[in-house]
């Protein structure tokens, strides 16, 4: 079992370096933020090269701004790098019983908010 999660710690870890790599190309303007505007023109400028590093990931995203709605969690229109790499490793594989019980939660608190 130690072995199991000391393996699954350093592909973790792997993955949130090349993931790091990946968020400083993104960051054309190099503020520390990502907008949709850069994650645009870089899959424009790039798309097979940047899917093929999505998909080497597990991760399936077929439009920039579909990727920037799952990673922009706060709401700011910008994505910063722990949002882009903790939301990169959430997307990863699939969605596990918790993942689809949290979205359910998050879209009734949304529901009732939107009623008030």
Do not use: W
């Not at 505007?37 to 998909?55: C, H, L, R, Y």
């Not at 991760?59 to 920037?68: G, M, N, S």
């Not at 910063?80 to 594989?93: H, S, T, Y």
């Amino acid at each position: 079992l130690d072995m199991q999660v000391q393996a699954s710690l350093e592909e973790r870890e792997k993955y949130s370096k090349h993931l790091e790599g990946l968020f400083e190309d993104i960051d054309i303007d190099h503020s520390g933020h990502i907008s949709l505007d850069e994650i645009q023109e870089v899959m424009k400028s790039d798309p097979q090269g940047t899917a093929a590093v999505f998909s080497a990931m597990g991760i399936a995203v077929e439009t920039a701004f579909e990727l920037f709605q799952l990673l922009d969690k706060d709401g700011s229109r910008t994505v910063n790098l722990e949002e882009f790499v903790e939301g990169c490793l959430r997307l990863r594989g699939t969605a596990t019983a918790s993942d689809t019980k949290m979205l359910m939660y998050e879209s009734k608190v949304t529901c009732k908010k939107l009623a008030t």
